[in-house]
């Protein structure tokens, strides 16, 4: 049997061909040939599946034969905001294992220990694309720049807002704790900081701002591990059905 692939195409619903970098992976890696199926996701949660009807050079068009139904497996919104390592490589890792798992949205903080003050998005973009498909998800995590952490701090943001860091002189409670009591249906939003922590001003900055002080265990992990670890954690306690309630009570 033939796999059906998945392809990236905004506003599929209407647009009747594939992007130009996804119609050359059909047509000159994957061969597709008219009368082939495949699955079109539009990254805002639409899925469907199409036809393919002219394949040739940088061209793949397409009809749609049906809106396939698609629920997302975890509820409300889960943010992620996280100041990158010197090596990319491994934010680039945790973009990718992240969105396998299922979240919303990833910021990138310039902190006062920041090992890294600039990355590229659009290679993050890319790899989260890739494992969005990869991963059979219609949803894709929005991928912001890298900005400020006073002034992310500062912004509005809805639901419950959490900083991570490892300062025992500010009393932290447990985030999977706190994330399991709550209305699943709540924003979450959780600060991570770089490889040194958040400076303790840093912390109470954030504080003031409304962020509960959190931490993510008793082991102390890498940045792109307390990256997924609070992913994860979110995702668990978001997930529709009563698995992970079910769990903490037995």
């Known amino acids: 049997m033939k796999e059906i692939r998945y392809f990236y195409v905004p506003n599929a619903a209407s647009v009747g061909e594939l992007p130009e970098?996804?119609?050359?992976?059909?047509?000159?890696?994957?061969?597709?040939?008219?009368?082939?199926?495949m699955v079109?996701?539009?990254g805002e949660g639409g899925l469907f599946d199409a036809e393919v009807s002219v394949a040739s050079g940088k061209h793949?068009?397409?009809?749609?034969?049906?809106?396939?139904?698609?629920?997302?497996?975890?509820?409300?919104?889960?943010?992620?905001?996280?100041?990158?390592?010197?090596?990319?490589?491994?934010?680039?890792w945790m973009a990718e294992k992240a969105t396998e798992i299922g979240f919303d949205e990833i910021s990138f903080l310039d902190c006062k220990f920041s090992e890294r003050?600039?990355?590229?998005?659009?290679r993050v973009e890319r790899i989260v694309v890739s494992a969005m498909k990869q991963s059979h998800k219609a949803c894709k995590p929005m991928v912001n720049e890298m900005c400020g952490f006073r002034e992310f701090v500062a912004r509005e943001r809805e639901g419950r807002k959490f900083i991570a860091h490892c300062?025992?002189?500010?009393?932290?409670?447990?985030?999977?704790?706190?994330?399991s009591a709550m209305d699943a249906e709540t924003p979450v939003t959780v600060l991570v900081g770089p490889e040194g922590d958040f400076s303790i001003d840093e912390v109470r900055l954030a504080m003031e701002h409304g962020y509960e002080s959190?931490?993510?265990?008793?082991?102390?992990?890498?940045?792109?591990?307390?990256?997924?670890?609070?992913?994860?954690?979110a995702n668990l306690?978001?997930?529709?059905?009563?698995?992970?309630?079910?769990?903490?009570?037995?």
């Not at 119609?23 to 009368?35: D, E, M, P, T």
């Open 167 to 179: 300062y025992e002189e500010v009393a932290r409670r447990d985030l999977f704790d706190e994330l």
């Open 60 to 92: 793949c068009l397409y009809n749609i034969l049906e809106t396939l139904p698609y629920e997302r497996e975890w509820r409300g919104r889960i943010s992620l905001a996280i100041a990158p390592t010197k090596m990319m490589d491994r934010m680039e």
């Open 21 to 37: 970098e996804e119609a050359k992976h059909a047509v000159r890696v994957l061969r597709l040939q008219r009368g082939d199926r």
């Open 237 to 250: 306690s978001k997930r529709r059905g009563e698995g992970v309630k079910n769990l903490r009570s037995s």
């Open 40 to 42: 079109l996701v539009d």
């Open 117 to 122: 003050k600039t990355l590229r998005t659009d």
């Open 214 to 233: 959190i931490s993510l265990g008793r082991s102390r992990l890498r940045t792109e591990t307390a990256g997924l670890s609070a992913v994860m954690m």
